[in-house]
């Protein structure tokens, strides 16, 4: 990536935490967002995460203003020609990401074109592309500016140079790589999830309080968040999207999503972005419910 061009596609939670992170680093980049309202306020929403992280300490008020400087929201993805890599946040619905490929592959000849999923298949969607071997997964996690993890999923036909290309600018932007096939749930989400999962049940079958479970984990296991906060930062909904995903494509029972899980979506109860999961949420503080 000699250009050191980013294109993130998707405004969201993990694509502004992306873009972020992209531009602090030192890469030209641009995020684009197919909603008037939210591309309005995504300058801000990303500039407000660097202002939080001067006020801590964690950068530089001069590098907060230098990446503003590299920064650039755009509403029309012809804008984005010359990118060196794509990467696509956009929300769990394959054939969503599909046409999204099918358009960056027209676009950006050379670029390597990334997903961000946590669990749809790569292959798929580089079957989407003319050149499936410059397709790959790098899978971010949530807040991504304080996750020092970062997912590389290599698909049945990304080739060695891909994955060198995307290895090199994970290094880049100070993030460390694991590196995992294409696999429904890849490491991680099929780890994290099958603990989330057996959290829910137990909270479902009146074994422990939320809280009392993940401090199991934290306290007696050393884990830095149990399984049910993180959830709540994830979102339940996504949680539950790849729960689905799973349970079809290993044909697993212990994929199946909970009832509890279910019904918490669908009352609206998707946990920190939604103001109330299995915690009540004041900003970024959880409160025991």
């Known amino acids: 990536m000699s250009n050191r061009t980013v294109l993130v596609i998707g405004g969201g939670t993990m694509g502004r935490g992306i873009a972020g992170v ?7 980049t641009a995020v684009f967002e197919a909603d008037a309202q939210a591309r309005s306020r995504l300058r801000e929403a990303i ?8 006020e801590r300490g964690k950068v530089s008020p001069e590098a907060a203003e230098e990446a503003g400087g590299r920064l650039r929201v755009i509403e029309d993805l012809e804008e984005s020609r010359g990118a060196d ?18 358009v960056l592959d027209r676009l950006l ?30 899978h971010f996690f949530n807040p991504v500016a304080v996750m020092p993890l970062v997912e590389i999923v290599r698909g049945p036909a990304t080739s060695r140079e891909t994955v060198e290309a995307a290895a090199e600018f994970v290094a880049a932007i100070g993030k460390q790589a694991i590196h995992v096939t294409d696999s429904p749930g890849f490491a991680t989400s099929r780890l994290g ?12 079958e009146g074994v ?13 296991y050393g884990h830095r968040m149990g399984p049910l906060k993180t959830t ?28 509890l899980l279910r019904r918490m979506v669908a009352e609206g109860r998707n946990g920190k972005k939604s103001g109330e999961g299995f915690y009540r949420w004041d900003g970024d503080k959880p409160v025991e419910k």
């Open 47 to 54: 500039q407000g995460g660097w202002r939080k992280a001067v």
């Open 22 to 28: 992209c531009a602090l680093a030192g890469f030209e």
């Open 232 to 259: 709540d930062l994830v979102g339940l909904d996504v949680r539950l999207s790849i729960a689905e995903a799973l349970s079809s494509g290993l044909n697993e029972e212990r994929f199946r999503p909970p009832d």
């Open 85 to 102: 890599l794509a990467i696509e946040a956009i929300p769990e619905i394959l054939e969503a990401k599909k046409e999204t490929f099918l």
């Open 193 to 204: 999830l099958a603990l989330g999962l057996e959290a829910m049940r137990m909270v479902e």
């Open 208 to 220: 422990a309080s939320a809280a009392d479970i993940d401090r199991a984990m934290e306290l007696g």
């Open 109 to 138: 000849p050379d670029a390597v074109l990334a997903s961000n999923t946590s669990s749809l298949s790569i292959g798929e969607l580089a079957g989407a592309t003319s050149r499936p071997q410059r397709v790959i997964g790098i």
